[in-house]
Every structure is written in structure tokens, then in C-alpha cells.
């Protein structure tokens, strides 16, 4: 996640490209623990699949667990960590 922070000297670049605000480039916001994982490479170099997990530090700063992939469909569980079977938001 580091690499979506904003550069240091207001220039993105591919390791610092701009796209999230540095507190949650630490991985940790609003009482959430974020963590990225992206998948295999293919054979370009590019990554086209990922996973993205939001996960309440504590039950006093949330209860809902939050999961989406490259599908783009926020997914949420109440119990434990979300993944891509869970319920999309909203259903």
C-alpha cells in the first residue's frame, strides 16, 4: 500500500503514486486494519488480480469485516474476516 501514498516531493511515480493519503498507506484507519494482496503476475508483468481486506482493530472501533477483489464487489461479514464468498454490501 505504501506504493499508493503520496510522493515526497509532490511528483507521483510508480512507487508513490498519489492515490491514497499516508495514514492509510500504513495500513491502519478509522479503526480499521487494511491489508493488500495482489495476485500472480502474468507473463507482461502485470498483476491482474488482488484482494483488498478491511478488518476492525478492535470490536470498540467496528464490527463489520469488508473484502473486495478485482470484481470490484465490496463484500462483508459480521463475524470474521470477509472474503469472496460473503455477502456484497448492499444485498
Excluded: C, H, W
Aim: net charge negative; no cysteine.
Amino acid at each position: 500500500m505504501s506504493s499508493l501514498a503520496p510522493p515526497a516531493g509532490g511528483v507521483s511515480t510508480s512507487t508513490a503514486a498519489g492515490l491514497i493519503d499516508s495514514v492509510l498507506a500504513s495500513g491502519v484507519k478509522s479503526g480499521y486494519s487494511f491489508a493488500y494482496s495482489p495476485g500472480a503476475t502474468d507473463p507482461t508483468g502485470r498483476i491482474n488480480a488482488f484482494s483488498f481486506a478491511a478488518n476492525p482493530v478492535s470490536s470498540s472501533t467496528g464490527t463489520q469485516y469488508y473484502y473486495t477483489d478485482e470484481s470490484g464487489v465490496i463484500r462483508q461479514n459480521s463475524t470474521t474476516t470477509a472474503g469472496s464468498t460473503d455477502t456484497p454490501v448492499g444485498s
